[in-house]
């Protein structure tokens, strides 16, 4: 069974910077894909970037992009979420998530519906 564990979240000041960690196991093929979601208080769940376990192919919604970076680490079946110049907009439940197939990141793959979840981690930025 595919199990997502994250960690790192907390409370951060706007302009700084922290790292979302995500510790991925129970994959049995090698072709999936994880991603990052969250949710504020009274808002819909939002797709934020999302990377292809090869690397290859990776997405970032526009209201992050430029700000955060997702990478990996296969070795240690990581994953991670590098968040700069946060902004109290992004105070929300940090979510990772695994889409099982997925090669290719984009808009549509987040909108698709993800095959595993995380419980999730709190990100307070204040300003």
């Known amino acids: 069974e595919v199990q997502l564990v994250e960690s790192g979240g907390g409370l951060v000041q706007a302009g700084g910077s922290l790292r979302l960690s995500c510790a991925a196991s129970g994959f049995t093929r090698d072709d999936y894909a994880i991603a990052w979601f969250r949710q504020a208080p009274g808002k819909e769940r939002e797709g934020v970037s999302c990377?292809?376990?090869?690397?290859?192919?990776?997405y970032y919604a526009d209201s992050v992009k430029g700000r955060f970076t997702i990478s990996n680490d296969r070795a240690k079946n990581m994953w991670y979420l590098q968040m700069d110049n946060r902004k109290p907009e992004d105070t929300a439940v940090y979510l990772c998530s695994a889409d099982l197939y997925g090669t290719y990141c984009s808009a549509v793959l987040l909108l698709g519906g993800m095959d595993y979840w995380g419980k999730g981690t709190l990100i307070t930025v204040s300003s």
């Open positions: 990377i292809a376990n090869s690397g290859d192919s990776t």
